[in-house]
């Protein structure tokens, strides 16, 4: 029989829980029903009301009820994996990691592909918030910008989270990735060895954490080797195959060119030797391409692609036992490192330096 301080504690329960819910009301200018209605049905709102409600979540720490339950007791068995670009084909491998290491604990996934938007984003913070998930696997490279600040971002979001292939900087979740910098320079001194001095970059998404970390390795790579770094050989570059395409356009244009171009993912590298190609520059006979990834279609290129092997599907596979550890109660390691590996192909070779300063040259 539930005594009256049983009754006391849930009555006082309830009260707090619809004074929370009438502050995120207040701050955000809008009635307690839009705040249930933005978080559970965020479709139904507009955008902007939306991102004022989630706002006012963030600056008070509410959490609704349906998320206190599912942490209690009510699992879903169901994890969200966001993704920053579901066209990217870097991620096949790593999806596929993840969903065998969930499936052989009981558990399914739901794929969230950010695509930029701001509304996606949050709308599926709001669907972790409203206990629809067990858990939240980040790929994106960053937590749920309508939650505040990283180090607050976890405890208000409510829901376990874990953080692979891109690192979140000053979030105190798991995090599962490779050491770019490491890998991007060991390619980098790779060139290099090969003879080539004069290196070009093409660069990922200016602000990428990936980005950020290969490109400062492509620098080591260049000191560690006596080259020269000459800022008219970097590129800007977005991941995507076009982007590569139009650094060769330029480059067949261009009174000056590198020997040797490393490319921060595949997709840019392929889309680089393609327009060096339709243009008459081959490679490697004239420019020496390489890449960074490992995709499937890396291997079948023409020519093959020299690149840095990432470990796709047990990225996945780690990430996904790291957060089935959080679900069970238990700390997963706070941050995991795997291997890399430099797969030489065809689309690189040895440079043979020109002395034109030699009579008959």
Known sequence: MQSIFDKRRQAGRRHQGAARIKEVARLASVSTATVSRALATPDQVSPETRARVMDAVAKVGYVPNPAARSLRSQKTHMVLVVLPDLGNIFFSQVLRGIEEELFAAGFGMIIGNLDGSPEKEARFAAFAM??????????????????????????????????????????????????????????????????????????????????????????????????????????AGDYRLESGALVGQQLLVSARRPTAVFCSNDEMAMGLIRALASGGLGVPEDISVAGFDDIEFAEMASPALTTIRQPRRELGRQGAAALLELLHGRQPAPRIRLETELVERASTARHVHVDRTRSGA
């Open 130 to 235: 409203t206990g629809q998930v067990d858990g939240v696997l980040l790929l994106n490279g960053h937590l749920f910008r309508q939650l505040g600040e990283p180090s607050q971002s976890p405890s208000r979001l409510g829901v376990p989270m874990v953080a692979l292939c891109e690192a979140i900087e000053e979030a105190d979740i798991p995090q599962i990735e490779v050491d770019n910098r490491e890998a991007a320079c060991r390619m980098t001194r790779y060139l290099a060895g090969l003879g080539h001095r004069d290196i070009g970059y093409i660069c990922g998404p200016a602000g990428n954490v990936l980005e950020k970390e290969r490109f400062r390795g492509y620098r080591d790579g260049l000191a560690e080797t006596g080259s020269m770094f000459d800022p008219s050989f970097v590129w």
